[in-house]
């Protein structure tokens, strides 16, 4: 079974740092593509950045750009997203999620999601 394990979300002032990890297991992990997705409370849920674990293409949301890097170890199957300069705005429940169909941020390609991190920035 493919299975995704979000974790490291926690409390952060507001200008931090924080870095998630995304451990996949269940598939062959050079032929998908690794989406974060964050929702806030009365939000919908919302494409951050995606990686191509093939070829390591990225796309980022304009919110995110210059601030989030996203990064994948395939040796230790494990997707990275480095957050840094947060702000509160960037407080929502984070999600890695896995998709066969390239990289996309638009959460329908989406066919296998891990459990959420809670990210919360304080100002």
């Known amino acids: 079974d493919v299975q995704l394990q979000a974790s490291g979300g926690g409390l952060v002032q507001a200008g931090g740092s924080l870095r998630l990890s995304c451990a996949a297991s269940?598939?062959?992990?050079?032929?998908?593509?690794i989406g974060w997705f964050r929702q806030a409370p009365g939000q919908e849920r919302e494409g951050v950045s995606a990686?191509?674990?093939?070829?390591?293409?990225?796309v980022y949301a304009d919110s995110v750009k210059g601030r989030f890097t996203i990064s994948s170890d395939n040796a230790k199957n494990t997707v990275y997203l480095q957050m840094n300069s947060l702000k509160p705005e960037d407080t929502a429940v984070y999600y890695c999620?896995?998709?066969?169909?390239?990289?996309?941020?638009?959460?329908?390609?989406?066919?296998?999601w891990g459990q959420g991190t809670q990210v919360t920035v304080s100002s």
């Open positions: 999620a896995a998709t066969r169909v390239g990289i996309t941020l638009l959460a329908p390609w989406y066919s296998y």
């Open positions: 269940g598939f062959t992990f050079d032929d998908v593509g």
């Open positions: 990686i191509s674990l093939s070829d390591g293409n990225t």
